[in-house]
């Protein structure tokens, strides 16, 4: 299965974004002194660069669904063992080796409300991560301990 996920904007993306800028609007908008309204106008340029920038959201282009994402990287000698567990079932991945290593990247997508999860292993080839498995599609039951 070839899935593909482009960056959105979240709900939390975009409310921090409004966030800086309502008050930023009010702290120049208030006669106050000009440190004050300093303080606002960097609020405001900071709102609008967030707005701009921060994506943190992922939405599938073939059918619109959002999702979020969680990374999680493992030693290089891990991967045998990961890309049988992800074949049989998610839920069987030792986490004990999380975080011992870089040579692998676990990506999960994954949507609460639909239960739709999916997840692929990335290897490290030197300056990136090459995909080593297709994307597995399963569903929140199989797959708890990855979303957490």
Not at 12 to 26: E, R, W
Not at 49 to 76: H, N
Not at 82 to 96: M, Q
Request: hydrophobic fraction near 40%.
């Amino acid at each position: 299965m070839e899935k593909e996920f482009s960056r959105v904007h979240s709900a939390t993306d975009i409310t921090v974004s409004v966030i800086l800028l309502a008050a930023g609007c009010v702290l120049v908008a208030m006669p106050t002194s000009v440190p004050v309204n300093i303080l606002g106008f960097f609020l405001i340029i900071t709102g609008l660069v967030l707005a701009l920038v921060l994506r943190t959201g992922y939405k599938d282009k073939e059918t619109g669904e959002r999702f979020r994402k969680k990374e999680r990287f493992f030693p290089a000698h891990c991967k045998d063992s990961i890309s049988k567990a992800l074949a049989s079932s998610p839920d069987n991945i030792d986490f004990n080796e999380e975080n011992k290593g870089n040579g692998l990247r676990l990506d999960t997508w994954y949507n609460s409300k639909t239960g739709h999860v999916f997840v692929r292993l990335y290897e490290y080839i030197p300056y990136r991560y090459q995909p080593c498995t297709a994307v597995i599609a399963t569903d929140m039951e199989k797959a708890g301990k990855l979303t957490r």
